[in-house]
C-alpha cells in the first residue's frame, strides 16, 4: 500500500505563479506590520533629533522690537520710543559640551537604528515559525486523511470477511474503534490547520485564499552552519540587541563627558546693531534733549567676547559627574550580562539544531521499517495469518513514523531560523528585500 507514504523532500503542492513562499511571506510582514512602522517612524525622529545637535555650531542671530510710551506727571518729560535691532551671537568654546552632544545624537541614532532591526529579525524570526507551523499542520492533516482512507479501505475487507465467516465481529468492531480515533485526529488536524493559517495570515496582513498554495520548504542534507566558536564572534559582530547595549555603554560614557563642561569655561562671540527713534518708528531718530532740535541717530552697533566659568555651583556639577560615571559602570554590566545571554540562547539554538538532524536521521529509518512491517503485516493478514488488531497496530506504527519524519524535518528548518535571528545571518539563502523606503 503506498497510498499514505509522503515524500516530504519532494512539494507536496505543485508550483503555482500564485504559491506563497517564505520569502514572500518575510516581505509581506515587514512591509505591514505596525510594529515595523513604528520603529521604522522612531528612527527617522531620532534621525532629525541628531540633525538638531548641529546648531551648536552655527551662529545664532535674532530680531528684536520693543516700543516704550512713557507717561510721567511732568507732560514735559513724557516720551515715546522704539528699538529695532539685530544681535548675533557665536560660540566659540563651550566646555566640549556641544561636541560631545552631537556625539551623544549620533549614539542615540545608532541605538535606535539597532532597535529597528533588532524588531525586523524578531518579526522575521515569527513568521518564519509561523509558516513552518502551517506546513507542519498541513502535512499532519495529510496523514490524517490518507490514515482515514486507509482505514474505511480495512473496515470494508473486515465487514467481507466477516460475512464470510473468515473474521469475528470483534475483528470489525476494532476497525471501528481506530476509525472513530482517527476521525477525530483528522478533526483536530483541521482545527490546528486552521489557526495555523489564521496567524499566518495576520503575520502576512492578508487573507490565503483557498486556491492559493503555500509552497514547501525543502530540508537541504547539510546547511552551512558555522563552528560554535564562529557563530559566538558573528553573535558578538552582528546581534542587535548587542550592538545596542555597547553602544549604550558609549552613551553613558560620552553623557559624562557632557556633564564634565560645566568645569570649564565658555567663551561666546557677540554682535549687536539697534536703531532707536521717537515714537513707533525706530528709523525716525531720537531727542537727545526735551524741546530741542531732534538728531537723527543712525544707528548703535558693537562687538562683545565673553567668557564664564564656573567657580561653585552647590556641588550640583560634582554629583552629577559621579552619578554619569555610575550609570557608565551600569551599562557595561549591562553588556557583560546580555552576552551571557545570548551565547546561552545561541548554544540552545546550536544544539536544536544537531538534535533536530539527529531525529531526522532516526525517524527515516523508522520510516522505512514501519512501512515493511505494514507490507508484511497486510500481506499475512489477506492470507489470514495476521489478526486485524495486527494490521491496525501496524497502521498506527506508520502513520506515527511518517509524522515523526516530517516533525524533524520541520525542526531542522524552526532550529536554522533560530540560529539565524542568533547571530543575524542568514543560513536558509532568502533574499530579503529592503523594505526602509516605501
Request: no cysteine; hydrophobic share 40%.
Amino acid at each position: 500500500m503506498k497510498l499514505f507514504v509522503i515524500l516530504l523532500l519532494v512539494p507536496l503542492f505543485s508550483a503555482t505563479a500564485s504559491a506563497l513562499t517564505m520569502e514572500e511571506a518575510i516581505n509581506l510582514t515587514l512591509q505591514n506590520d505596525d510594529s515595523i512602522k513604528q520603529q521604522r517612524s522612531l528612527t527617522e525622529a531620532q534621525g532629525h533629533t541628531k540633525r538638531t545637535a548641529i546648531a551648536a555650531f552655527l551662529p545664532k542671530a535674532d530680531l528684536s522690537y520693543e516700543y516704550i510710551d512713557a507717561e510721567t506727571r511732568k507732560p514735559e518729560l513724557e516720551s515715546k520710543t522704539s528699538t529695532f535691532g539685530i544681535t548675533a551671537g557665536f560660540n566659540l568654546f563651550n566646555g566640549l559640551a556641544d561636541i560631545n552632544r552631537y556625539r551623544l545624537g549620533s549614539a542615540a541614532l545608532d541605538m535606535q537604528e539597532y532597535s529597528y532591526e533588532g524588531k525586523k529579525q524578531d518579526v522575521m524570526l515569527n513568521v518564519k515559525t509561523a509558516y513552518i507551523s502551517y506546513l507542519k499542520a498541513r502535512n499532519a492533516l495529510e496523514v490524517a486523511q490518507q490514515m482515514l482512507t486507509l482505514l474505511e479501505t480495512q473496515k470494508k475487507i473486515a465487514e467481507v470477511s466477516y460475512n464470510v465467516g473468515q473474521f469475528s465481529r470483534a475483528d470489525v468492531l476494532r476497525v471501528d474503534v481506530q476509525l472513530a480515533s482517527t476521525q477525530l485526529e483528522l478533526l483536530n488536524a483541521q482545527i490546528a490547520m486552521k489557526l495555523a493559517r489564521q496567524q499566518l495570515e495576520r503575520y502576512i496582513g492578508r487573507a490565503i485564499p483557498n486556491g492559493e498554495m503555500v509552497a514547501e520548504v525543502s530540508v537541504a542534507t547539510n546547511y552551512p552552519i558555522p563552528t560554535m566558536d564562529n557563530l559566538t564572534g558573528m553573535m558578538e559582530d552582528n546581534r542587535s540587541e548587542m550592538r545596542y547595549v555597547k553602544r549604550a555603554f558609549d552613551s553613558a560614557s560620552i553623557d559624562r563627558y557632557v556633564a564634565g563642561s560645566e568645569f570649564l569655561p565658555k567663551i561666546n562671540l557677540g554682535y549687536m546693531y539697534e536703531w532707536d527713534g521717537t515714537d513707533t518708528n525706530p528709523f525716525d531718530g531720537v531727542e537727545d534733549v526735551p524741546n530741542s532740535p531732534s538728531s537723527s541717530i543712525d544707528g548703535t552697533s558693537g562687538f562683545s567676547v565673553s567668557m564664564t566659568w564656573n567657580v561653585f555651583k552647590g556641588f550640583y556639577d560634582v554629583s552629577t559627574v559621579l552619578s554619569k560615571a555610575r550609570t557608565t559602570n551600569a551599562a557595561a554590566y549591562a553588556v557583560s550580562d546580555l552576552r551571557k545571554t545570548l551565547r546561552l540562547q545561541l548554544s540552545d539554538a546550536y544544539e536544536n539544531y544537531f538534535s533536530a538532524r539527529e531525529r531526522l536521521s532516526v525517524a527515516e529509518v523508522g520510516v522505512v521499517q514501519a512501512e515493511e512491517s505494514y507490507r508484511v503485516t497486510q500481506s499475512q493478514y489477506e492470507n489470514s495469518e495476521a489478526t486485524t488488531t495486527d494490521l491496525l497496530n501496524a497502521s498506527v506504527a506508520l502513520s506515527q513514523a511518517l509524522t515523526s519524519r516530517a516533525g524533524a524535518n520541520y525542526d531542522i528548518i524552526a532550529a536554522v531560523a533560530q540560529l539565524e535571528r542568533a547571530v543575524e545571518t542568514e543560513f536558509l539563502g532568502y533574499k530579503i528585500e529592503d523594505i526602509d523606503e516605501e
